[in-house]
């Protein structure tokens, strides 16, 4: 690829990621549930990142609860709950550290199976920390069912939309004032 078009390509790509926080701003902005806003979140990552699946969890309770998911059933919304010790979802919110793995992330001794989540048998594994008020409230998961290297800035792009998550929930409680997601 000449340099050109290399230069082309990443231009192309900071675009794509310049209109996705735009789409999660808007939604932040609408007169919308917060489920809904999050389904709408995974989805839009899940086509960003070209993922397998994408899902958000919060902290309710000192646990992590999942609020969201791109896939096609919704059953484990609500049921799917970690303590803040375990698994790879855990160890992100416990540590407030990005973790990414690029192959059999199953094999990761840190991680805990759920007989009913499909995405425990996927390779690939990017999760950051949803942070509020210097608190985290909850992780974003990307996972892909082959083997991928996650760039920089796809770690960037997550960590950021972490961030804007963050900020939903702390908008969502002042909405809300009885909200208990984010103390």
Request: proline share 3%.
């Amino acid at each position: 690829m000449s340099k050109t078009r290399d230069l082309e390509a990443r231009l192309e790509r900071a675009e794509q990621q310049v209109r996705l926080f735009q789409r999660v701003s808007r939604l932040m902005t609408r007169d919308m549930g917060l489920e809904g806003v999050l389904s709408e979140i995974v989805k839009l990552v899940r086509d960003f990142l070209d993922t397998d699946s994408c899902l958000i969890y919060l902290v309710e309770e000192n646990e992590l609860v999942l609020y969201a998911s791109s896939d096609q059933g919704q059953q484990n919304i609500g049921r799917v709950r970690l303590r803040l010790n375990e698994g790879l979802t855990g160890w992100v919110a416990r540590e407030r550290r990005l973790l990414a793995i690029s192959r059999e992330a199953y094999s990761d001794p840190r991680f805990k199976y759920f007989k009913d989540l499909p995405q425990d048998s996927f390779e690939a594994f990017l999760s950051v920390p949803i942070i509020a008020q210097s608190k985290v409230v909850g992780v974003i998961n990307v996972q892909h069912r082959e083997p991928r290297i996650h760039s920089g800035g796809d770690m960037e792009m997550l960590s950021t939309l972490g961030e804007q998550i963050g900020c939903l929930l702390v908008l969502s409680r002042l909405k809300s004032p009885a909200a208990s997601l984010v103390r």
